[in-house]
Structure formats: structure tokens, C-alpha cells
């Protein structure tokens, strides 16, 4: 048993697809599917359960998670232990808006306490300013909602979450069943152009009604700002299920409803960060199965 045959274990399970595992490890699927099969040999068990719907951990895969991310904390942590003393790293990476908000400080709190000598600055950015950061080497990476697709980036699957259109909780659309033809004609709250959410929301309207143009009242910047708003009252709105909140209510209609997913993109061969990289992935296979 390798390490490394651990910690494809792990993104396996995290990710639940091998494919995306294997893409998220620079390998390819029968390489990966290789050295599980070595692993389940090893160990005289199967780790998974193969179907249409991706990689499921058996009983024994589950016994064998909780022991495997042990193993990998520890070794992750005598890692972070022979570099303290040494010169202090610093880090910068870009993330947009809704992680920022709802993800980044339990990251970072869980960045710091492993990885101690090193500073972190983190610059909230739009779409486009992240990929700019990227390509002009301003930030080490970037968690963003959209890969990279130059060769001389690495995109690694993240987290998920879902893009819906809410109301105030206080509406009536609220307590009621809610089709395309009651929210047509109602007052809009979007974000404004160019960001990633308003594209998002923007593709959603042209796929409902051919040439349809939404009402806009208002078109904000801040996710705090459009939350607000919409627990007002003010308009219908698209947001990430990460921001919901008690004022307000999910509209759940699947032809208005989009699941987005977020990437870890960094340059390839980045040993600087290779660490802090893993770390980020093992918190975010936490956070998703939380």
C-alpha cells in the first residue's frame, strides 16, 4: 500500500466519479482504475460500488475512508512540522464573491492552523479579474466557477453548489406552486454583467423564452447587497443555494435551476502550493458531504 494509491482513494470518494478523479490527478481512467484494483487486491475487499451514477463506497470503503484521511492529516502535518522555522511563504489566491462569503473562512481558518509559516492573502475578484490574475501570475491560484482550459493550467473539481431564483420569504409566490408564467412579468434583482452569476442567470432566460427581456429593477455587485433585496421583497432573484437564508424562499423549478461547479486552478508543476492544494481539496470533500 503506496500514499499515493491513498490519496487517489480519497479523490474518489470525494468526487464520486473516477473520470473526474482521474482528470483532477494529471491520470488517466484505466491508470486510476489500476491502482484501485492493486489497492482492493492489497486489501481483500472492494473499496466501491460501480455504477451509471458514479463511485459509491462500500461498507468496508467506508471503514477504510475514515483510517486512509487519518493517515494523509498526519502526514500532511509532520509535512507542515519539518517546514515550520523556516522563512515565511506567502500565498495569494483569488476567489469570486459566494465562496469568499460562504467558504473561505473556515478554509482559511483550516489553512493557517496547518500550514503556520505560511501568510495567506486572499483577493476577491469577478471572472474576469480572477482569470487575468492567473494568466499575469499575480495570484498563486484561484477558486473560481470556470476552468482554465490553457495547457499550462491545472483545474481541479472543487465543490458544487446551485444556482435558483428566490423570492422573499414573505411573498406569495412563496406559498404557492410557482411556474414560469407567475415569474415572467415580475421586477428582477440580478447581478450585474459580466459576472459569473449573471451569465448563468442570463443563459437560463434564453433557454425558458426565445428573445424574453426581464424586468430589471435593480443589477448589484454584492451577494450581501442581493440577498438583502430580495429579503425585502424587491424583485425575484437568481443566487447560489450557498447564500439562502431564513428571509427568503427557493423557487424550485429544475428548468430554472442550474448546478454550477467550482474549479481549483492553479499552473502546473506548482510545488509552492502542492500541499496547500491537497489541504483545500480535503476540506472541500468535508464541507460537500457535510
Not at 500500500?1 to 483532477?24: C, V
Not at 434583482?189 to 442570463?202: E, M, V, W, Y
Amino acid at each position: 500500500m503506496e500514499i499515493r494509491q491513498l490519496k487517489y482513494f480519497i479523490e474518489i470518494r470525494r468526487t464520486g466519479s473516477i473520470s473526474l478523479a482521474a482528470e483532477n490527478l494529471g491520470l488517466t481512467q484505466p491508470a486510476l482504475s489500476q491502482q484501485i484494483a492493486l489497492l482492493e487486491r492489497e486489501l481483500k475487499v472492494s473499496l466501491f460500488e460501480r455504477s451509471r451514477r458514479g463511485m459509491a463506497l462500500t461498507e468496508a470503503g467506508e471503514i477504510f475512508a475514515g483510517k486512509a484521511a487519518a493517515i494523509l492529516e498526519s502526514c500532511a502535518d509532520l509535512e507542515a512540522e519539518l517546514r515550520r522555522g523556516g522563512n515565511p511563504v506567502q500565498v495569494s489566491f483569488a476567489v469570486g464573491e459566494t465562496l469568499a462569503e460562504h467558504f473561505v473562512p473556515q478554509l482559511l481558518v483550516n489553512l493557517m492552523r496547518k500550514f503556520p509559516d505560511t501568510r495567506f492573502r486572499v483577493i476577491e475578484s469577478n471572472l474576469t479579474e480572477i482569470r487575468a490574475a492567473l494568466r499575469d501570475g499575480s495570484v498563486d491560484f484561484a477558486l473560481a466557477p470556470e476552468p482554465l482550459s490553457e495547457n499550462t493550467f491545472t483545474n481541479r473539481y472543487l465543490i458544487e453548489d446551485e444556482i435558483l431564483p428566490v423570492v422573499s420569504a414573505d411573498d406569495p409566490l412563496s406559498q404557492r406552486r410557482v411556474d414560469w408564467e407567475k415569474l415572467r412579468t415580475r421586477e428582477w434583482i440580478l447581478f450585474h454583467p459580466g459576472s459569473a452569476i449573471r451569465k448563468i442567470s442570463d443563459g437560463i432566460f434564453a433557454e425558458t423564452e426565445k428573445r424574453f427581456q426581464p424586468r430589471i429593477s435593480m443589477e448589484l455587485r454584492s451577494v450581501a447587497g442581493a440577498v438583502q433585496c430580495l429579503e425585502a421583497g424587491l424583485g425575484v432573484g437568481f443566487i447560489s443555494d450557498l447564500s439562502l437564508t431564513p428571509g427568503l424562499a427557493a423557487l424550485r423549478l429544475p428548468q430554472l435551476t442550474r448546478r454550477r461547479r467550482f474549479f481549483l486552478t492553479h499552473r502546473r508543476n506548482a510545488e509552492k502550493i502542492a500541499g496547500i492544494a491537497g489541504a483545500i481539496l480535503q476540506f472541500a470533500g468535508a464541507v460537500q458531504k457535510s
